[in-house]
């Protein structure tokens, strides 16, 4: 029996080339069952002109699917679906019924509802997005990436992609960490001193659950990140927030009872503040003093585009008490997903069996790809052509805001990608901001990034990572009427 070619079609927003997407439709036709062994294709002819392709591609596709015996073909009939093709599942899909069980009680931990706000994932469509954390594809060197994930695939690296690590990492990318990232930020470690993760965010949750109970106070900075916010509620801890000011966290205000203090100290998140070195080697005694440990979240530290970054908090510690976390996944791209822990041994391998247990390794492909393209230069060139668009806009926004009369609680004292704003009293950013929406403008409200049930809702915080300078003039000049609106 012939398949009819009606039953083929292309969606008109499929990605990949169009040999692939009709190998993939009729895979998928094959495997949901609808296409039965035995059954006849329609000839590649037909099919090409019903989807309006090239015969010699509907041709190529079904040679493909009979190469990994989808199909076969027979002498001067055409294709027919394979006998050794995949099985699709015996069994029937469940008729969608009415859902009986009491979720509110079946559930034994949520974690919905933090702090961590809902970010537009077509952002790259609005006109003026100030969003923090999104990359600029127009500055990306995409042909070197490419480069080095077709190197990454080659034969001599497919142990490298296709290994299980279970519990370690590409030993080039630890390499590359150990004998170039790390000396940058005057921190010596040795191989099983560090960790990869899926970036940042889960370095933070792999530390929070190693060192954390509900017994343990941890200390976070006020305003500070919100997703660790989340990952400390989750945690179950105490948890003391400790308000910063100009010069970052003060030691003095620290709680006696606290066992893991987690700080930004060179570049404050979100007020941008960066810590001096009095204070830093204030916070290190004073943890001494305590017996806690220090977690350093040490992120944007390669855009210092006007001075030379500070020494980390890492490489003061004589002690052992700071845990170190950077990430390559802001510089080069968020998706990347990859960041590392720098620690003592002992830390280190808690945290190792740890993620070993939850997701093993991050892909060695990944991991691979990110090796070269650190090792071959190209990281460095990204970093320097990123730091100079950086600096332009930031200066074309700076311009902009004085411009408009609008207020700047924090900017970085050596870069960065963002800076904090502060609107006036009353003004609630939230509405602003959603209001700004519809008119082409992001904007991130900061609300979310204080702790306690009434925070202060006028702060808001302005990135230029994903804009071009000749944009950023008119979407402040938004922003600046829609707060006289507010106002």
């Not at 034994?108 to 994932?121: A, D, F, I, M, V």
């Not at 590359?176 to 933070?204: S, Y």
């Not at 060192?211 to 003391?240: F, K, M, N, W």
């Not at 009353?426 to 306690?452: C, Q, W």
């Amino acid at each position: 029996m012939a398949i009819p070619v009606e039953t083929f079609f292309l969606s008109a927003d499929g990605e990949g080339t169009l040999q692939a997407r009709i190998q993939q439709m009729i895979a998928e036709g094959i495997l949901s069952g609808r296409f039965a062994k035995g059954e006849r294709l329609p000839s590649s002819r037909r099919l090409a002109a019903h989807l309006g392709v090239s015969r010699i591609t509907v041709t190529l596709a079904y040679t493909e699917l009979q190469a990994n015996d989808y199909l076969a073909a027979r002498d001067r009939s055409g294709f027919y679906v394979s006998d050794g093709a995949p099985e699709p599942p015996s069994f029937a899909p469940a008729h969608p019924g009415q859902d009986r069980i009491d979720w509110s009680r079946a559930l034994g931990r949520r974690y919905t509802g933090g702090r961590s706000p809902e970010k537009p994932q077509d952002w790259a469509g609005y006109p003026y997005p100030f969003l923090y954390g999104q990359s600029d594809a127009k500055l990306f060197d995409h042909a070197n990436w490419r480069h080095c994930a077709l190197r990454a695939l080659g034969l001599k690296d497919f142990h490298a992609q296709a290994t299980d690590y279970y519990d370690r990492d590409d030993p080039r990318l630890i390499e590359f960490i150990t004998r170039h990232t790390l000396p940058r930020r005057g921190i010596l470690a040795e191989p099983d001193e560090i960790l990869v993760t899926m970036g940042a965010q889960n370095a933070l949750w792999l530390t929070a659950q190693v060192l954390l109970t509900q017994r343990r106070t941890a200390v976070v900075e006020d305003p500070c990140y919100h997703g660790l916010s989340d990952i400390l509620e989750q945690s179950r801890c105490h948890t003391h927030a400790v308000p910063v000011d100009a010069r970052g966290l003060p030691p003095g205000d620290l709680p006696a009872e606290a066992d893991v203090i987690f700080t930004t100290p060179s570049h404050q998140c979100p007020t941008n503040a960066t810590m001096p070195m009095s204070r830093r080697r204030a916070l290190l005694d004073r943890a001494r003093d305590m017996d806690a440990l220090i977690v350093e979240d040490d992120y944007e530290f390669e855009m210092s585009f006007l001075n030379a970054p500070s020494p980390s908090l890492k490489s003061l510690d004589r002690d052992g008490r700071v845990i170190y976390v950077g990430s390559f996944s802001k510089s080069i791209f968020p998706g990347l997903r990859l960041g590392y822990l720098v620690g003592p041994r002992p830390f280190i391998r808690e945290a190792r069996a740890l993620r070993a247990s939850v997701l093993r390794h991050p892909p060695g492909l990944m991991q691979r790809t990110a090796a070269y393209f650190l090792s071959l230069g190209h990281y460095d060139s990204l970093i320097r052509r990123t730091s100079r668009a950086y600096a332009e806009r930031r200066r074309v926004m700076e311009y902009a805001l004085a411009q408009h009369g609008l207020t700047v609680a924090g900017r970085g004292l050596h870069g960065g990608s963002s800076i904090w704003m502060r609107a006036p009293e009353g003004v609630d950013m939230g509405r602003v901001a959603a209001d700004l929406r519809t008119k082409g403008v992001l904007i991130e409200p900061g609300a979310s990034f204080f702790h306690g049930d009434n925070p202060p809702r006028n702060f808001y915080r302005l990135a230029y990572s994903s804009i071009p300078s000749e944009k950023i003039g008119a979407g402040i000049a938004l922003i600046a009427d829609a707060l006289r609106d507010a106002s």
